[in-house]
């Protein structure tokens, strides 16, 4: 579908990738309303959520995992690797353990259900704005469920596709930066906390997501949530 044109202001830049219209249409009216958020573009498929966002790199696309031509999970992988700085808020009706796991490890920074609460998904908007990433309970919970079932401990096999590489083990100061991830801190405050220079902390938290084979703060949380439910059994 053709894109809205941005009107230049400093407002939430969303795509929404959606196949049925109703639903797409609903979801543009009640971000329309918003004054801090506009909606530039429409996506019926994957296929025209990847090429909306490439062409006009907003800052967040609320993403439908079933769509025709492209799924929801391989669209988000393809603009996450592409826009780093993209923040995808996986919107659906799905919530089985796979597709859930799959979509995290695509690089989504948040997860809602569609039943989800119309002022949830505007401060899940503002959230991945600011730089959070945010799952609902419910969701988190399958999420970690699915990392405890590729850890070593557990005796069910493992699907080679679901497998992960070996990481690396984390340094003190590593240990305690991923601490105050998991405690939902953002860079600036993990900064003010060890008086460290935010750019410094930057760099730690790319090294630890390098080490752990993560994508995403979110993943890398999960991943922590894991290690310790290892240790602590």
């Known amino acids: 579908m053709a894109p809205t044109e941005p009107s230049g202001h400093s407002a939430i830049r969303i795509v929404i990738a959606e196949d049925q219209a109703l639903v797409r249409r609903g979801a543009a009216m009640l971000l329309a309303m918003e004054a801090d958020m506009e909606v530039v573009g429409q996506a019926r498929n994957g296929v025209e959520a990847v090429e909306l966002a490439l062409t006009l790199k907003p800052d967040v696309i609320l993403m439908d995992l079933h769509m025709p031509l492209k799924g929801g999970v391989a669209a988000t992988r393809e603009i996450t690797r592409a826009l780093p700085s993209c923040q995808v808020l996986v919107l659906t009706t799905l919530h089985d353990d796979e597709t859930v796991f799959e979509a995290v490890r695509a690089g989504a920074q948040a997860y809602l259900l569609k039943d989800a609460e119309e002022s949830e998904l505007l401060e899940t908007i503002r959230a991945l704005r600011r730089g959070e990433s945010r799952l609902t309970p419910q969701i988190a919970r399958k999420v970690m469920d699915q990392f405890r079932r590729l850890s070593p401990e557990s005796q069910a096999p493992t699907p080679p596709r679901m497998s992960r590489p070996e990481t690396e083990a984390l340094s ?62």
Do not use: F, P
């Open 172 to 233: 003190d100061k590593e240990e305690k930066i991923l601490e105050l991830i998991c405690e939902g801190m953002m860079n600036r405050q993990i900064a003010q906390t060890l008086n460290l220079a935010e750019g410094t902390v930057k760099n730690y938290v790319s090294r630890i997501m390098e080490k752990l084979h993560a994508n995403t703060r979110t993943e890398l949380a999960m991943l922590s949530s894991r290690s310790r439910s290892g240790k602590e059994g």
